[in-house]
Every structure is written in C-alpha cells, then in structure tokens.
T-cell receptor
Framework: EAQVTQNPRYLITVTGKKLTVTCSQNMNHEYMSWYRQDPGLGLRQIYYSMNVEVTDKGDVPEGYKVSRKEKRNFPLILESPSPNQTSLYFC???????????FGQGTRLTVV | GDSVTQMEGPVTLSEEAFLTINCTYTATGYPSLFWYVQYPGEGLQLLLKATKADDKGSNKGFEATYRKETTSFHLEKGSVQVSDSAVYFCALSRSNDYKLSFGAGTTVTVRA
C-alpha cells in the first residue's frame, strides 16, 4: 500500500529536549515536505526536499532542521523545542513538482 | 506572495443539503488549484484538482471549477452525507514551486 508513515503520532516533551519526528514514504517520490498545522492558519511549509541531500527552507523554518540521506526518509529535527512549536505536523511526498501530495497521518506535538 | 482565502467555518448541515465552500486565491501566473480533505484523526488527502482556467475537478460527488476571472475555486456538493464531515482545505501550487499554499480550512459537520 502506498503510504507516508510518520512517527510518533503523539508526543509530549519539555522545553529544550531535542526530538526527532520520522517520516518515510514507499512510493519512490522525489519531493518531500514538512508542514505544521495551526488553527486558523491552515498548513504552512517548514522545509522541503527535492531529492537526496537537497533541502531548502519553507515559510516557517526557524527552530527546525531536516535531512535527506535516503530517498524514502525525511526526518524533522527540533534541536531545542519551545512551547510555540506545539502544533500538528504533517509530512508529505509527491512524485511531480506541482503534483498531488500524499500526507502522513500527522504528529501532534506538545512542548511544555 | 501567494495566498488562499476560504470561507470561515464551522459549517453545520443536515444530510442531503447542498454544500458550498468558497475559495479565492492570489497568485502570479497560472497556479494549479486543489481541494484537500482531512477526516478526523487522519492526514490530508486529495479530493480534486484543476490545473488550468475553466477546468472542472470532480470526485465523490464534489465539484470545483477553476475561474481565472474571479480567481476562485469554490467547492460544491449537491447532497451531503454524514460521512462528508471533515475539514476541507483549498490550496494552490505554482508550476515552479515546491510547496502548497493552503487556506485556513473549513470544518464541515453533517448531521443525520
């Protein structure tokens, strides 16, 4: 089954404790992105990747890092989480630029 | 920059009622337009799309027409069901861009 898998689904952590949210896709897609979803704001892009070892900032990259060492994986790293990073996070992948995006089920992160 | 504006929710309807969710956009050039749906506890999935002016996207009884002259992409369904209860997002993507720009989302609840 074609899918994007994120882990964990839910996470509560404390300010400053480094964490990683994993994302993996099994569709051999070139393009992958991370979004955060906040009430009243829709989804905003954090980082994206066009291929292995090629990443770039989206609209709200501050406080986040990513890496793309393998085509299928695109982890999101919060080096020092803060309460304003409490949000619902989605990983997405697509075969084509400007094509249909496939989303993971989301990771609800709470930073206290 | 690009932006998408959706009608505010929440929207509550009875089964078999007509649904319209308004969406207008601001973007340079000729973006592709999308409607994504998010069912409770799940990630977003593509509902329909249109890639050029006057195109009509349709799926699962939903329709939307790309109106360049009014920069709109309103979503409609003639007879909703309880299973259509979800959050609906309008989004756009430009041909040379690596991201989707989303509206804030509209929560739709259909009552039996």
């Amino acid at each position: 089954e074609a899918q994007v898998t994120q882990n964990p689904r839910y996470l509560i952590t404390v300010t400053g404790k480094k964490l990683t949210v994993t994302c993996s896709q099994n569709m051999n897609h070139e393009y992958m992105s991370w979004y955060r979803q906040d009430p009243g704001l829709g989804l905003r892009q954090i980082y994206y990747s066009m291929n292995v070892e090629v990443t770039d900032k989206g609209d709200v990259p501050e406080g986040y890092k990513v890496s793309r060492k393998e085509k299928r994986n695109f982890p999101l790293i919060l080096e020092s989480p803060s309460p304003n990073q409490t949000s619902l996070y989605f990983c997405a992948s697509s075969l084509l630029l400007n094509g249909e995006a496939f989303f993971g089920q989301g990771t609800r992160l709470t930073v206290v | 920059g690009d932006s998408v504006t959706q009608m505010e929710g929440p929207v509550t309807l009875s089964e078999e009622a007509f649904l319209t969710i308004n969406c207008t956009y601001t973007a340079t050039g000729y973006p592709s337009l999308f409607w994504y749906v998010q069912y409770p506890g799940e990630g977003l999935q593509l509902l329909l799309k249109a890639t050029k002016a006057d195109d009509k996207g349709s799926n699962k009884g939903f329709e939307a027409t790309y109106r360049k002259e009014t920069t709109s992409f309103h979503l409609e369904k003639g007879s909703v069901q309880v299973s259509d209860s979800a959050v609906y997002f309008c989004a756009l993507s430009r041909s040379n861009d690596y991201k989707l720009s989303f509206g804030a989302g509209t929560t739709v609840t259909v009552r039996a």
